[in-house]
Structure formats: C-alpha cells, structure tokens
C-alpha cells in the first residue's frame, strides 16, 4: 500500500486547508485511517482516524471542532478538513492506515502511531 497525501501549504492563521489522503485502493470494513503530524522538536500527535465499518471517528481535543475527518468511497480518499487554523498546527501531517476490527468506538482514540502499518510521505501545512 502506497498512501500519497495532498493538500497541505501556507495559510495565514484563521484559515483553511484540506488535505487528501489516497492509494490505499481498500475498502473493506475493517480499516483505519488516522492522520498524525510531526512538528520540529515535537512528538508525532494523532490528529483524527475514521474507522470504515460505521465511520467512527476520532479527535484530538487539540483540533476538536475545528478538523473534520470524512471518506469518499467513490474515489478512495479520505479527507481532513482544517478550519481556523492556528500557527500550533504548523507541521508535516501524514496519514496512516491499519486493518482492524473495531470492537469499540473508544478503541479508535487509543491507537498510536506505531499500531499502524502503512504511512505516506507528508504534506507541510505552514500556518503563519
């Protein structure tokens, strides 16, 4: 699985993004997209995952509110919607996928970077 992320670059703080997530080509059920970023000095943060079988998602409280995570079955992307964007949010966003049978919705919250298989490259978002 090759996953090609999209979408990122530099905006002023107060505005938006959206960043595309795709080439998984896998649309079973059991499957986990989760979104992390990396900033200079930081650790790696989960910042939103969608579970495929009933599109259970999940927040960091970070971006809660501001970041909507969604599918697009039709073409095989997931996307994360950045709204008011603030200079914190300034890093390289990666996205992730894992095969898992979610046994419950707060399971989703709980996975950390090393639970999943396949990554992508990274975009930089850049909020001034």
């Known amino acids: 699985v090759q996953l090609v992320e999209s979408g990122g670059g530099s905006v002023e703080a107060g505005g938006s993004l959206r960043l595309s997530c795709s080439g998984y080509?896998?649309?079973?059920?059991?499957?986990?997209i989760g979104w992390f970023r990396q900033a200079p000095g930081k650790e790696c943060e989960g910042v939103a995952s969608?579970?495929?079988?009933?599109?259970?998602?999940y927040y960091a409280d970070s971006v809660k509110g501001r970041f909507t995570i969604s599918r697009d079955n039709a073409d095989n992307t997931v996307y994360l919607q950045m709204n008011s964007l603030k200079p914190e949010d300034t890093a390289i966003y990666h996205c992730?996928?894992?095969?898992?049978?979610?046994?419950?919705?707060?399971?989703?919250?709980?996975?950390?970077?090393?639970?999943?298989?396949?990554w992508g490259q990274g975009t930089q978002v850049t909020v001034s």
């Open positions: 080509g896998y649309t079973s059920s059991s499957y986990v």
């Open positions: 992730a996928a894992l095969v898992m049978v979610l046994l419950h919705p707060d399971v989703l919250g709980e996975l950390k970077a090393d639970d999943f298989d396949d």
């Open positions: 969608i579970y495929f079988g009933d599109d259970t998602t």
